[in-house]
Nanobody, 116 residues
Framework: QVQLVESGGGLVQTGGSLRLICTASGRTFSSYAMGWFRQAPGKERELVAQITWNSDIIYYADSVKGRFTISRDNAKNTVYLQMNSLKPEDTAVYYC?????????WGQGTQVTVSS
C-alpha cells in the first residue's frame, strides 16, 4: 500500500512562493503519472497540475498556469510543486496522488495560506 506524505506548506503574503513536496512509499511510484490537488474550504478537491511518469507531458489548471511548476524525482519517490506569485485564492490544503484509478489513500495534505 502506497503512503503519501505532503509537506512544505505555510503562511505567505500575496506574491510569495512556496515549494511543496510529496513523498511516496513503495516501489511503484515511478510507474505512475502524479498530480497535485487542492481543496479550499467549502469547495471540492480540484486538480492543479499533473505530470507523466517520465515527465514528458505536464498539465496545469488555467488558474495556476505560468505560476506553478510541477516536477518529480523518481529516484527519490518525490514529486514537487513550486508555487510562485501566490494569490489569496490559492489558499487551500494541497494533496498529491496518482492520476487514474484507483487512487492511493490520500495523505494528510499540507496547508497553504496566502494573506492579502
Amino acid at each position: 500500500q502506497v503512503q503519501l506524505v505532503e509537506s512544505g506548506g505555510g503562511l505567505v503574503q500575496t506574491g510569495g512562493s512556496l515549494r511543496l513536496i510529496c513523498t511516496a512509499s513503495g516501489r511503484t511510484f515511478s510507474s505512475y503519472a502524479m498530480g497535485w490537488f487542492r481543496q479550499a474550504p467549502g469547495k471540492e478537491r480540484e486538480l492543479v497540475a499533473q505530470i507523466t511518469w517520465n515527465s514528458d507531458i505536464i498539465y496545469y489548471a488555467d488558474s495556476v498556469k505560468g505560476r506553478f511548476t510541477i516536477s518529480r524525482d523518481n529516484a527519490k519517490n518525490t514529486v514537487y510543486l513550486q508555487m510562485n506569485s501566490l494569490k489569496p485564492e490559492d489558499t487551500a490544503v494541497y494533496y498529491c496522488n496518482r492520476r487514474g484509478y484507483p487512487t492511493w489513500p490520500w495523505g494528510q495534505g499540507t496547508q497553504v495560506t496566502v494573506s492579502s
